[in-house]
């Protein structure tokens, strides 16, 4: 009986411990992996490839009532980054390219999230932050569209960047008629129930 | 002895150049290690190339079907008149087959065709890893065969032009 009843008030304890540290943590969204994609399109000769990163830890942290209080970080895995050619992603990891050796994670941090203007409540925001990639920091900003499905949250945005601020393409790769500067990162989160 | 129509003449030859370079580029590029401007270059001139080839295809085939070819002499003995249609019927075969195996194959791979990287061409499936391999290879056999058919078809040209002296060839002189 004795063991039966620690047994059982061990398992409460934990339960509120457990309650207690997601109750200060301010209740993060949990992401479902297998349905958020994170994803680049660029322009080879103007053929558009989109290519993905299969790896990635999304932090999100967004009660709609209050986006001023948002949180949101994404950390790419640079070397999970897949062009569909097991040839051409180890070269996209070169020193020219990615430096996948040396800067194996790009990073988004969120800086401010707030309401786009006109656009329905709760739908559209607008979002600035610094993006990190090869070891570079760039103030972005973009729309993020959020949707809630049931009891799911979808996230969608799309950021425009230039590859050359971030050196990705060294040497003979700098011409961009051959890769276009501008590369486009899409992303689509969900979360789980 | 009768002659191919011109416009019969200029889509042979013409379509004759273009594979001839799709297929030099295509051997060169696949054999370019890694990652280089020259590589991505030649894929791209060599999709065009193969679209090119399509269309001028579409275009012989219909002219083909409403001007038939020249008949053959009459002292040609039977079994080469058919051998000769059918070398020729697998060659109109195969230059349908293997730009469309071709576009078929970039697109499984994720890499639509731009055409002259001015004009967008209908992507019709979506990225397919598994079937990738499976075109590639499709693609490759397809021409080894061209490349088989074109040799028979050469000499063939040059039994006519210089053993049996017929004039066979001639019918297709520009």
Known sequence: ?193 | MKRYTLPAIFLHWIIALLIISAFIIGLTMVDIPGLTPTKLKYFSWHKWLGVTVLGFACLRLLWRLSHPAPAYPAYMPRWQQSAAHGLHGLLYLLIFAIPISGYFYTLSAGVPVVYLGLFPMPVFMAPNPELKPLLKLVHYWLNMTLLAAFCLHVLAALKHQFIDRDGVFKRILP
Not at chain 1, 10 to 30: N, Q, V, W, Y
Not at chain 1, 53 to 61: A, E, M, P, S, Y
Not at chain 1, 153 to 178: C, H
Request: aromatic share 10%; hydrophobic share 40%.
């Open chain 1, 1 to 193: 009986m004795t063991s039966r009843f620690t047994f059982t008030s061990l398992i409460l304890g934990s339960l509120a411990a457990l309650t207690m540290t997601s109750a200060a943590m301010a209740a993060p969204l949990k992401v479902d992996a297998n349905k958020s994609t994170v994803t680049a399109v660029f322009k080879q000769l103007n053929v558009p490839v989109e290519a993905k990163f299969k790896k990635f830890v999304v932090q999100i942290d967004f009660d709609s009532t209050k986006p001023d209080h948002a949180k949101a970080s994404v950390e790419i895995d640079i070397p999970s980054f897949d062009l569909g050619d097991p040839e051409y992603n180890a070269e996209v990891l070169k020193k020219e390219w990615f430096n996948g050796s040396q800067f194996p994670k790009a990073t988004f941090v969120a800086g401010t999230i707030k309401p786009s203007a006109g656009a329905p409540a709760g739908s559209k925001y607008d979002v600035t932050g610094k993006l990190t990639i090869k070891g570079k920091t760039t103030d972005v900003q973009f729309p993020l569209l959020v949707k809630k499905e049931g009891n799911v949250q979808i996230f969608d945005g799309t950021l425009p960047i230039k590859r050359l601020s971030f050196n990705i393409g060294e040497g003979e790769w700098k011409d961009t008629s051959m890769v276009a500067d501008e590369v486009v990162i899409k992303f689509h989160v969900v979360t789980t129930p």
